[in-house]
């Protein structure tokens, strides 16, 4: 579990990302938020990079009732599509692009979809329970 991703992680794309998401509370909440949470987990792997974030899926923050910009939101969740590998029966659920994923679902949508290893998976269960936001998605993933 102490390996990087094979293919890399663009951390500075999620960084930018997360910054983008955020509203600017009064005072940042840290790991207390989904945002900060995942901007928590990114940076730790900066430092170390490990494919999985201990009991990540587990501490993501879900009572977390933020506002959070949609669009960024959205955009985000087709960004780190991207980064991940489709692993299918190789994910693990505290992977760190699943654990990040899974904080900007929480912002956006307020829960925690269980998460199949592929992103067209993933797709046709947002298109399918969040259609709004699966064509926006969709969109910028496509345009990726």
């Known amino acids: 579990m102490a390996e990087g991703h094979k293919k890399g992680l663009d951390t500075g794309l999620i960084e930018d990302d997360l910054i983008s998401c955020c509203k600017k509370c ?11 949470f995942a901007k928590k987990c990114v940076w730790d792997y900066i430092r170390k990079p490990q ?8 501490r993501i923050p ?11 939101l959205e955009t985000a969740i087709a960004h780190i599509l991207k980064e991940c590998k489709d692993c299918r029966e190789d ?3 505290d992977c760190i692009i699943n654990v990040i994923r899974s ?10 979809h269980a998460y199949e290893g592929s992103a067209l998976q993933y797709l046709m269960y947002m298109k399918e329970n969040y259609p709004e936001q699966a064509g926006k998605i ?5 345009g990726l």
């Not at 009064?26 to 900060?36: E, L, N, R």
């Not at 879900?62 to 960024?72: G, I, L, R, S």
């Not at 904080?103 to 307020?110: A, H, M, P």
């Open 26 to 36: 009064d005072q940042c909440q840290g790991k207390s938020c989904t945002v900060g």
């Open 51 to 58: 494919k999985e974030v201990l009991d990540g899926i587990s």
């Open 62 to 72: 879900v009572t977390d009732f933020k506002v959070y910009d949609e669009v960024e």
């Open 91 to 93: 994910h693990t659920e």
């Open 103 to 112: 904080c900007y679902e929480v912002g956006l949508v307020g829960d925690v």
């Open 138 to 142: 969709a969109d910028v993933y496509a």
